[in-house]
């Protein structure tokens, strides 16, 4: 069996010290300078030319994480909605000058969500319409890319409402995203099921996992290995996908083991 070769996100400074680790077997990136609320309404034109020289060469697949400080896709408020697509719409600008096919962004859906279903049975629909609409041209615009968003579980406690809103919205550049710390973090919180289940509910809809490792208290993006997370579980659920996701390392800290880290997960047989 061909283990499956994780990719990584990073920041510019993050490309210099890795780039021989990630150009030399063609690992994914997922670029994250632009999630920045200053970056992303500024002119990040100077930052995208430095980039495009530093991928040179660069074989693998590209996409950036995009902006949601502050972004909620299902706010009520058409006129707010207006300045999330706006952010949305440039974050493709960017993807599409990277060379890039894959952009995340953030669910708006919560444990309040899960605990007030009954109290007021009438929100997710709303909360699914306003995202379509929200999403609405910036999904036109990625068709016209080659840009897949993801949609990443944040505050998600059920596995299912990301699933059940991407299938309802039922554009084919629109697909589910797993971040592991957040599923394990809901779990050991709120609750919420395991790792395993969120990668089993996403089904023939995950096109995107964030590994990182926590401690089921809070969202710490530590290294595969570091926290509480089952990861020969997590990959062994992974491959039972009918499509491989593609696998991004999301660490906050000491970029510069990575490499270590994977040769850990290649020692078990999980990944590389």
Not at 9 to 17: E, F, M, P, T, Y
Not at 37 to 56: F, H, M, N, R, T
Not at 91 to 102: D, K, N, R, T
């Amino acid at each position: 069996m061909t283990l499956p070769l994780l990719g990584a996100a990073i920041r510019r400074h993050d490309l210099d010290i890795l780039r021989d680790w990630i150009f030399e077997p063609g690992r994914a990136i997922e670029i994250q300078d632009f999630v920045f609320p200053e970056v992303i309404a500024g002119d990040p034109g100077d930052l995208i030319a430095s980039y495009k020289v530093a991928l040179e060469g660069h074989r693998g697949r590209r996409g950036i994480h995009g902006p949601f400080f502050g972004l909620d896709l299902s706010n009520p408020d058409r006129e707010i909605r207006a300045v999330v697509r706006k952010r949305l719409l440039k974050g493709l600008e960017i993807v599409e000058a990277l060379g890039g096919s894959h952009m995340v962004v953030h669910s708006p859906f919560t444990y309040w969500h899960v605990l007030n279903r009954d109290n007021y049975p009438t929100v997710h629909d709303q909360m699914v319409e306003a995202m379509a609409d929200c999403l609405d041209p910036v999904l036109a615009r990625a068709e016209d890319t080659g840009c897949t968003l993801m949609l990443e579980n944040i505050d998600d406690t059920d596995p299912s409402a990301r699933v059940e809103a991407v299938a309802r919205i039922d554009h084919p550049n629109l697909m589910v995203s797993i971040d592991t710390g957040h599923a394990e973090l809901a779990h050991g919180r709120y609750g919420a099921p395991p790792v395993v289940d969120f990668i089993a509910q996403a089904g023939v809809r995950l096109g995107h996992v964030h590994l990182q490792d926590a401690d089921g208290y809070a969202d710490r993006h530590w290294h595969p290995g570091e926290g509480r997370i089952l990861w020969p579980a997590v990959f062994a659920q992974i491959a039972q996908l009918p499509k491989m996701p593609r696998l991004i390392l999301e660490v906050r800290n000491r970029l510069e083991r990575l490499p270590a880290t994977v040769r850990a997960l290649e020692a078990q047989g999980l990944a590389r």
